[in-house]
């Protein structure tokens, strides 16, 4: 008998377990898990596993597909059909299948869910037990990564959203030291009062975004100065202009962050001139 896993209410063979790609875990890791180990084919640890679970799903806003008393039944029937005694039953619930967008579906959509089952053979796993292991160590780095243009994208979604829920296009993200290192899923500039171009260096832990390379480039070309220097939000709103790059949104003018009017709270002249210039090249060097 083959393994048997779940997927959106519906029990199919393991070989034919798919989800759409458009799925969020799958697109953003907008998702949650949780691993129940089994002995005799029941779930052990089983409330400490669903009190995470729904501790998971709530910091993520992501409502319980089910019910707990539900939830269980159905892992417990994945585990029963694939008859397994010992081993693992795994669980994810993401926030569902939706266009792709950063912030949240609005309305919101079903979570979806999926199980799998393994099985174990407890002898190896005794006698693996009995021989210990080894471990080595690694620099703690989850997630300071942000120069890989990874679809680990939660902390960006759950940005994008905060901006949506403010009536914002975008979000910041600030350090520890008070400095924008980019946008949610854009680079972010000011221009100084002294019409000087700002942006944060690449050296920062940000993504060494595209257009903000080839806007150096055009700025350069253009007789603009630029420093490639970190700001804080109050550099921005105490700048003229303020604007983001990125291949969706190009080079878009900032008028305010957290409310607090850039300049004079327009659009202003040098990113809109910068928005004509990036474009032209971008035209000319397509392929
Ligand atoms: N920073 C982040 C976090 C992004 O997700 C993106 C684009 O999606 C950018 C910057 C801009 O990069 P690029 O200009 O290569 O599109």
Redesign the pocket.
């Known amino acids: 008998m083959g393994r048997i896993s779940y997927v959106n209410g519906r029990f199919v063979p393991h070989g034919e377990a798919v989800v759409h790609i458009e799925d969020r875990g799958y697109q953003l890791a907008d998702a949650v898990y949780e691993v129940w180990a089994l002995f005799d084919g029941k779930l052990a640890d089983a409330e400490g596993h669903f009190a995470r679970l729904e501790r998971s799903l709530s910091e993520l806003r992501i409502r319980m597909p089910m019910s707990r008393a539900a939830l269980t039944v159905v892992l417990k029937e994945a585990v029963r059909r694939n008859r397994v005694r010992d081993g693992l039953v795994y669980l994810q619930v993401s926030r569902g299948v939706a266009p792709r967008d950063h912030a949240f579906p609005n309305p919101e959509v079903r979570p979806a869910v999926v199980i799998t089952v393994k099985g174990l053979d407890r002898t190896v796993v005794e006698a693996k037990a009995a021989r210990g292991i080894t471990v080595v160590t690694t620099p703690e780095n989850r997630w300071g990564r942000c120069d890989i243009k990874t679809v680990g994208l939660l902390p960006?979604a759950m940005a994008k959203q905060k901006a949506r829920e403010a009536g914002a296009g975008e979000a910041w993200f600030v350090d520890e030291l008070g400095f924008v290192t980019?946008?949610?899923?854009?680079?972010a500039w000011i221009v100084g009062a002294d019409g000087r171009l700002r942006t944060r260096d690449t050296n920062a832990n940000?993504?060494r975004?595209?257009?903000?390379l080839t806007l150096l480039d055009v700025i350069r070309d253009a007789g603009l100065e630029v420093d490639e220097r970190p700001f804080t939000p109050k550099d921005a709103t105490e700048a003229q202009e303020a604007f983001i790059?990125?291949?969706?949104s190009l080079v878009l003018p900032v008028t305010a962050v957290d409310g607090q009017p850039v300049g004079k709270g327009e659009v202003g002249p040098v990113a809109m001139r910068l928005r004509r210039l990036y474009i032209e090249r971008a035209r000319a060097t397509a392929i």
Do not use: D, P, Y
């Open positions: 960006n980019e946008g949610a899923s854009s680079n940000i993504l975004g595209v257009t903000r790059t990125g291949a969706g």
